[in-house]
C-alpha cells in the first residue's frame, strides 16, 4: 500500500467519541486530582510518597490527552478544552505555543538525518559525528545522555521548553516566561506555607518523575533498534511514520499511564486519531502490524541509550565508535 493510500485507510479511526474524549479527561484529572490529594495530606509518609509517584505518572498520561489536544485528536474547537490544556501546559513546563511549534515541526520532519532534531533529539551519521568539532561532539554526547533524560525536569522542560524557548524568542513564546514564573512561584508559595517535604511531595517530585519518563518516551520513540533514518531528498512521510516510529509495547498499567502512545508509528501515521483508538487502528491495517521494537524494560531502556548514530551503511542506529579519530585529525586530513 503507498503512503497515500496508507494514511486514507487510517482516517475513519480519526472520527472523535465526543463522550469518551469528556470521560478519558475528567477520569484522568480526577484521578491526579486524588493523588495530589493523598501526596499532600495522607496520614502516613510512605502514603504520601506513593500518591507523590502516582500523581507524577498521571501527569504523564494528561499531557497525552493534551498533546491530543493540540492535534485536534480530543475535544475539537473546545472553548474549554483550551483553558484547561492551556493552563495545564502552563503548570507541568510544556507552554502551549512552543509546544505546538516543536511538535508540529517534529511530525512533518521525523527521521530526516538533517532536521530532525527540532521538537526531538538530534541525529548526526557517522561520518558527520567523525567530522564535527569537539565542541560539536561534546554537545550531541549531552543531548542524548541518560542523566539529561533523567533530570528532564532541568534539562529539557525548564531549561528547554521555558527558559531558552523564550530567549530565542521573546515575543512568540511569551507563555514560556509565564510557565516558567508560575513555577517558581507555586515552588515559593508551597514552601513558604507548607515546607519543603510539601513543595516536593505534590509538586517537584512528581515532575521530575513525568518529565523522566515523557522525554526517555520522545527518546525512545524514534531511537530504537530498526529505525530507519532518511536522507530529505528522499525522505517520505508515510514511511518516516511506520518505520522510524516506534511501537512500545506496555503493560496494562503503563498503557493507562502512557495513554497508549506506545502505539507512536500509528500516531505519526495520523494524529489525528484520539489516543483510545490507536489499538483499534493498528489492529484493523495490517500494515501497522509490526513486531514490537522496545518496551520499557530495563534491558529495552539500556539498549535504546546505546543508540547515538545513523549508520547509512549498516542501515542502524549504532554506538558511538571506539576508533573514530580525534577531531582535528579529521580536519588535518581533509
Known amino acids: 500500500m503507498q503512503g497515500n493510500e496508507l494514511v486514507a485507510v487510517t482516517r475513519p479511526f480519526a472520527i472523535e467519541d465526543r463522550a469518551r474524549s469528556i470521560y ?22 510512605s502514603l504520601r510518597i506513593f500518591g507523590s509517584v502516582l500523581e507524577g505518572l498521571v501527569i504523564v498520561r494528561a499531557f497525552i490527552l493534551a498533546h491530543d489536544f493540540q492535534h485536534g485528536a480530543l475535544l475539537r474547537k473546545s472553548k474549554v478544552g483550551s483553558v484547561i490544556f ?7 513546563l510544556t507552554p502551549p505555543r512552543v509546544w505546538r511549534q516543536t511538535h508540529n515541526y517534529h511530525h512533518a520532519h521525523t527521521a530526516k538525518i538533517v532536521g530532525a532534531q527540532i521538537g526531538s533529539y538530534p541525529v548526526m551519521t557517522v561520518e558527520m559525528w567523525k567530522r564535527a568539532p569537539r565542541s560539536k561532539r561534546i554537545a550531541y554526547a549531552i543531548a542524548r545522555h541518560p542523566l539529561t533524560i533523567l533530570f528532564g525536569y532541568l534539562t529539557i522542560f525548564l531549561g528547554g521548553m521555558c527558559v531558552s524557548a523564550f530567549l530565542r524568542n521573546p515575543r512568540e513564546n ?10 517558581a512561584g507555586l515552588v515559593a508559595t508551597i514552601t513558604y506555607f507548607f515546607g519543603w517535604e510539601m513543595t516536593l511531595l505534590v509538586l517537584v517530585g512528581p515532575l521530575f518523575i513525568a518529565c523522566a519518563l515523557g522525554s526517555y518516551l520522545f527518546y525512545a520513540q524514534h531511537n530504537f533498534p530498526g ?6 531528498q528522499t525522505w517520505t512521510f508515510a514511511r518516516a511514520a511506520v518505520e522510524s516510529s516506534s511501537f512500545m509495547r506496555c503493560g496494562p498499567i503503563m498503557s493507562y499511564f502512557t495513554g497508549d502512545i506506545g502505539y507512536h508509528h500509528v500516531h505519526h501515521l495520523n494524529a489525528a486519531i484520539p489516543f483510545y483508538r490507536l489499538r483499534e487502528a493498528m489492529a484493523a491495517i495490517p500494515e501497522l502490524q509490526v513486531e514490537p521494537q522496545t518496551s520499557l524494560s530495563p534491558r529495552d531502556v539500556l539498549h535504546c541509550f546505546s543508540l547515538k548514530l545513523w549508520d547509512p551503511q549498516a542501515g542502524k542506529m549504532v554506538p558511538f565508535p571506539k576508533d573514530a579519530p580525534p577531531p582535528q585529525e579529521v580536519a588535518e586530513a581533509a
Not at 479527561?25 to 484521578?31: E, G, I, P, Q, Y
Not at 492551556?86 to 507541568?92: F, R
Not at 511569551?174 to 513555577?183: E, G, I, K, N, Q
Open 86 to 92: 492551556g493552563l495545564y501546559g502552563a503548570l507541568v
Open 227 to 232: 529505525v530507519h533514518m532518511q536522507p530529505r
Open 24 to 45: 478519558h479527561v475528567a477520569s484522568t484529572f480526577a484521578v491526579l486530582a486524588l493523588a495530589t490529594a493523598v501526596a499532600a495530606a495522607a496520614p502516613w509518609r
Open 174 to 183: 511569551w507563555d514560556s516566561a509565564a510557565a516558567f514564573v508560575l513555577h
